[in-house]
């Protein structure tokens, strides 16, 4: 029988095949949570509301073999001792079931559909697989387990292809795509409440639709039609594929894959350093690690950043909205074993991105003015507006210093932290790195280039 992580209690989840299965002490308790993907435990323990520490939080949660490693569907307990969060109230009566799919009262586009069918008996079925594996605990039980989730997924798939390809009009861009997506798994998901195994396969679900290679499956197959509104639905759809490669394949999403993917091996690598080497090789390890999660918080700032640039955002509350959707495609692009990694690097990429964003805006305002003061006044052509353009050149520079000097001594802090015995002239070396990339990301301006030395000229 395969599954997934390593399991130090022999005991697996037969849910989700992970080795966080509940310990006997905590079978037929109702679970507090239900992991999702995104998840981190500690972020679990911070919103939980229990008046905790982590310590009694991790003692309540004794079969999670390793908190750095959750799954969804893994069961979280709370300790005793919980923070009232108040009754629940009455529940209202049912009311009919409708011909449009309306349950409770309440109407749920799809509900009655004949794909929502397939899935509620997709549900079922998987629910008696899992209640025969656990009677009857024999691998022939675990694989059916596993092929009736891969059967609820394929419905779940069906049931939101129906939904989104019912709009009228149908979202023509990528982005109106992923919301329409996002919208209709969420109402699969909330025709069952609590259910863990639905939840996380509606985030696959939600992640291979929006994936590119799903899209050029669907252009490759409405390419094939001849008439006039089939040859527009591939033209549409084009767009949307389009759309998806500005996404996942620019050179920043490459560059993030990539950053991922090497933090990924350094971790695997201290593992083993950590069971086998000596402690030369562990600190190293150690330090191996810690670079490669700085290079992924400054590959999400970039990307953060091309995003936030190409929808020409300024607007507070647009840009968070940004970061969150870019934070959701790098985790369906990384795929769960990245999910605790790229959550823990994001805080610090949002920050980043921020700081970045102040430095290029200052950089862009003095170096137009700059240039427009050299340009007018180069040759010494002086007239009444001199003496007010200059003090704007003079503002704008001294905004640009601050902010470049802010930049660079965030990015030496960090530096430091990973290497506490870093020599001066390796900082000064590091201070340089920071200040050429700042010069390499406004264009090469002579201007921006000016200021900056200024700057790194006082780490030497």
């Known amino acids: ?122 549900q079922e079925d998987y629910d008696t697989a899992v209640n025969n594996y656990n009677a009857h605990p024999t691998d022939e039980n675990w694989e059916a387990v596993g092929k009736a989730r891969e059967k609820l997924e394929a419905a779940i798939l069906a049931e939101a292809e129906a939904d989104v390809g019912a709009l009228d009009p149908p979202p023509s861009t990528y982005e109106e795509y ?70 996942h394949e620019s050179p920043e999403a490459k560059q993030t894959q990539s950053a991922a993917e090497k933090l990924a091996a350094a971790e695997e690598n201290l593992k083993t350093q950590q069971n086998e080497g000596t402690p030369n090789e562990i600190s190293e390890a150690e330090e191996d690690v810690a670079e490669a999660q700085q290079e992924l918080e400054e590959a999400i700032a970039a990307e953060i950043n091309a995003r936030v640039e190409a929808a020409g955002a300024t607007d507070p509350e647009e840009i968070a909205k940004i970061e969150q959707q870019v934070r959701q495609d790098i985790l369906d692009r990384t795929g769960t074993g990245s999910q605790d990694a790229v959550n823990a690097a994001f805080e610090g990429a949002t920050q980043l991105a921020q700081t970045r964003r102040t430095t290029d805006g200052a950089a862009t305002d003095y170096d137009d003015v700059k240039t427009a003061f050299d340009n007018k006044y180069g040759e010494g052509n002086l007239d009444g507006g001199y003496t007010s353009m200059r003090d704007r050149v003079e503002s704008t520079r001294g905004a640009l210093k601050s902010a470049v000097e802010a930049e660079i001594a965030a990015g030496i802090e960090d530096y430091k932290a990973q290497h506490p015995d870093a020599s001066p002239e390796e900082i000064e070396a590091e201070a340089k790195r920071l200040g050429d990339e700042i010069v390499s990301r406004n264009g090469g301006s002579e201007n921006v280039q000016e200021v900056v030395d200024t700057v790194v000229d006082d780490y030497n």
């Open 178 to 247: 992923q919301q329409e997506v996002a919208k209709a798994i969420e109402r699969i998901a909330a025709r069952y409440p609590g259910d863990s195994v639905v939840a996380a396969a509606t985030e696959a679900v939600g992640s291979k639709m929006t994936s590119v290679e799903y899209l050029e499956g669907k252009y490759e197959e409405a390419s094939k039609g001849l008439s006039p509104p089939e040859q527009e639905e591939a033209g549409r759809i084009l767009d949307l594929l389009e759309g998806a490669r500005a996404v």
């Open 1 to 122: 029988m395969t599954g997934i992580g390593t399991d130090t209690n022999g005991i697996r989840n037969p849910i989700n095949g992970s080795p966080n299965g509940v310990l006997p002490g905590q079978e037929g308790q109702k679970a507090d949570y239900t992991v999702v993907s995104g998840d981190t435990l500690y972020e679990i323990w911070q919103n939980s509301g229990c008046d905790c520490t982590w310590e009694e939080f991790l003692a309540a949660n004794q079969h999670i073999d390793n908190p750095d490693w959750i799954y969804p569907g893994d069961s979280v307990f709370y300790p005793e001792a919980k923070t009232d969060t108040g009754g629940t109230g009455e529940t209202g009566e049912t009311g009919e079931t409708g011909e449009t799919g309306e349950t409770g009262g309440k109407e749920q586009p799809g509900s009655n559909s004949p794909e929502a069918k397939e899935v509620d008996q997709a």
